[in-house]
């Protein structure tokens, strides 16, 4: 339940939603075919009440108040359902919060105005991220690159020619279309969660308290027989030497599921233990599934975004030629929305590739 409550609240804040056109189902751009009952707005109100953000608070008790005013349609939502005076008391605790006593016959008003109306904010507002803009679809259109078909790069690519776009020059980003067949697919899905560990690389709650965002297994590239044919493959597609070092991780993003920003290289001047094979020269990233609202894998320095779709494999260099990480790799995962958002990752190491990419070119 705290996951979940974690998510929405995600949800809401990283796609800048209003609160009652996600009560509504109405979720960036997409009408869903679910509304939230007047417990699940309550849920979420306490849960934002007890994060301190009051102002957001408020918004849902006024919501679950008027959720609760329409006629209840399922049996345990009218058991479940909060009790008037309790949504209306923590309502104008949350205003008195943030507000002042002497506005309080402004905020017992609030209380009967129509929960489509934003409340004034009593605070000021944070300002969005980079990455919030990104996964807002805000991103200016990208440079008019290529798409073409890749029949040279690789032995492999003459007989499978390759659906290659360009997506970024600086960095290099590709993205390859349909490299990952349906029936491949349909074997890697089943995962069960005993097998998978919690990724956790989040502080974005609390500063003290670290949030859980995906779930991963690791694999080594003598596990599966199909980790290793989708191995091979990635060394088919790239020219590259994919290597055993690196291990292939299955990563599992559910509701409000994310990726702070992060790069993939460590930078070795930082890591001297890098020394011997190098650091990531790149990443591969195949995407499993589709998901239907959310979950674009965003490049802020690059201002990039990238949606998944099933089938395609997300290919770029972290770092440059001189071997220098490259900071405009630097990325980061939206929240998923709808959907459960699987991929498959994995990074090469530099010193690996020196008989394939000599001489830094
Ligand atoms: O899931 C994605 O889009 C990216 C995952 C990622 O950045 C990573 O595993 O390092
Ligand atoms: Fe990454």
Redesign the pocket.
């Known amino acids: 339940m705290e996951e979940a409550l974690m998510g929405m609240d995600r949800i809401e804040h990283f796609y800048d939603l209003k609160s009652s056109d996600m009560a509504q189902g109405l979720v960036a751009g997409q009408q869903l075919g679910s509304r939230m009952p007047a417990p699940d707005c309550m849920a979420l109100a306490d849960y934002m009440y007890k994060r301190s953000e009051f102002g957001r608070a408020a918004e849902w008790y006024r919501l679950a108040l008027s959720v609760l005013k329409k006629p209840q349609n399922r049996i345990e939502f009218q058991f479940n359902a909060p009790k008037r005076e309790e949504l209306e008391n923590m309502f104008v605790k949350s205003r008195l919060q943030e507000g002042s006593v002497d506005n309080l016959s402004d905020y017992l008003k609030e209380l009967s105005e129509d929960p489509e109306t934003s409340l004034v904010p009593l605070r000021p507002r944070k300002s969005s991220t980079v990455i919030e803009q990104g996964c807002r679809g805000k991103f200016p259109p990208g440079p008019q690159l290529v798409c073409r078909y890749n029949s040279t790069s690789t032995p492999f690519v003459r007989i499978a020619p390759l659906k290659e776009e360009e997506i970024s020059r600086d960095p290099l980003i590709w993205l390859y279309h349909d490299v990952i067949y349906d029936s491949e697919i349909a074997q890697l899905t089943n995962l069960t969660l005993e097998e998978m560990t919690l990724g956790i690389t989040d502080n974005y709650t609390t500063p003290d308290r670290v949030s859980r965002l995906f779930h991963f297994k690791v694999t080594d590239d003598d596990g599966g027989k199909l980790d290793k044919t989708l191995v091979n493959r990635m060394a088919d597609i790239s020219g590259l030497d994919v290597g055993n070092t690196t291990s292939l991780?299955r990563?599992n993003y559910g509701l409000g599921g994310y990726?702070q920003e992060?790069s993939?290289y460590m930078d070795i001047k930082l890591h001297p233990e890098l020394i011997e094979e190098g650091d990531r020269l790149m990443?591969f990233?195949f995407y499993i599934t589709d998901v239907p609202v959310g979950g674009a894998?965003v490049f802020p320095a690059a201002k990039l975004s990238i949606q998944p779709k099933k089938g395609s494999a997300l290919f770029w260099y972290n770092l440059h030629n001189n071997g220098d990480p490259n900071p405009l790799t630097r990325?980061a995962?939206c929240p998923t929305i709808v959907g459960s958002r699987w991929?498959l990752?994995k990074s090469m190491l530099n010193y690996e590739q020196m008989f394939k990419k000599p001489c830094y070119k």
């Open positions: 991780a990563i990726f992060h993939d990443t990233l894998t990325h995962v991929v990752v």
